[in-house]
């Protein structure tokens, strides 16, 4: 009797195993390697640029990978099942920026003098940034960002909205959406910073 409870807690055990061997792995992703930047000068020569961590509301802070059925009910966010981000998509979009864009806040030691850069400051809200599915074949990604700007006798705010479309109706096609989109994002920040730089009120000298 003992012998037959002893096998059959075994085979329980060993079903168990099985069972949790079958379900595969999370796919996890991030934005790829980063293009090469262009040839041209970069606008922000004269600019120091300082990206504060991006926010995001609390359901976007875990590393889920969401998208939305437009043509069932674009209300409900769905998240992947076999897909993620490898951390928030806000720490995904504060990495690029800062690679791209920014020196860190806690970067290296700068030159005071008179041809010191300009400094300015962006702090940054996550608002949207899923995959939309116009029909079961059909979608595209979705990024949109409040920006805060502040320095040097400016402060301006925007919201910018990209879209770009997905290559393929899946997770990996809104992951190629997504990191364009970001791609996107840090060019609009340059211009809009260049710009508002070049606007900015001459600074008071002082003897």
């Not at 390697?33 to 606008?43: L, R, V």
């Not at 969401?66 to 099942?81: F, G, T």
């Not at 997770?171 to 997504?178: D, M, R, S």
């Amino acid at each position: 009797m003992r012998q037959l409870a002893l096998v059959l807690v075994l085979c329980v055990i060993s079903g168990c195993s099985l069972m949790t061997s079958r379900a595969p792995p999370k796919t996890e992703f991030d934005f790829g390697p980063e293009t090469s930047a262009p040839a041209d000068p970069a606008p922000l020569s004269q600019v120091q640029l300082v990206v504060y961590d991006v926010s995001a509301p609390t359901w976007m802070d875990g590393t889920a990978m969401y998208y939305r059925l437009a043509y069932q009910n674009a209300a409900v966010p769905l998240p992947y099942a076999k897909s993620e981000w490898v951390m928030s998509p806000a720490a995904l979009l504060t990495e690029r920026l800062r690679s791209r864009v920014a020196v860190r806040v806690d970067g290296e030691a700068r030159l005071v003098g008179v041809h010191t850069a300009s400094v300015y400051r962006i702090h940054s809200e996550l608002l949207e940034f899923e995959q939309i599915f116009d029909a079961s074949d059909r979608s595209h990604g979705v990024l949109r960002l409040r920006a805060t700007l502040e320095g040097e006798g400016v402060w301006a705010q925007r919201t910018f909205a990209i879209v770009r479309p997905a290559p393929t109706p899946n997770a990996a096609g809104g992951v190629i959406a997504l990191a364009e989109c970001s791609q996107e994002l840090a060019k609009l920040l340059e211009e809009w910073v260049s710009a508002s730089h070049s606007r900015s009120p001459p600074s008071v000298k002082r003897e």
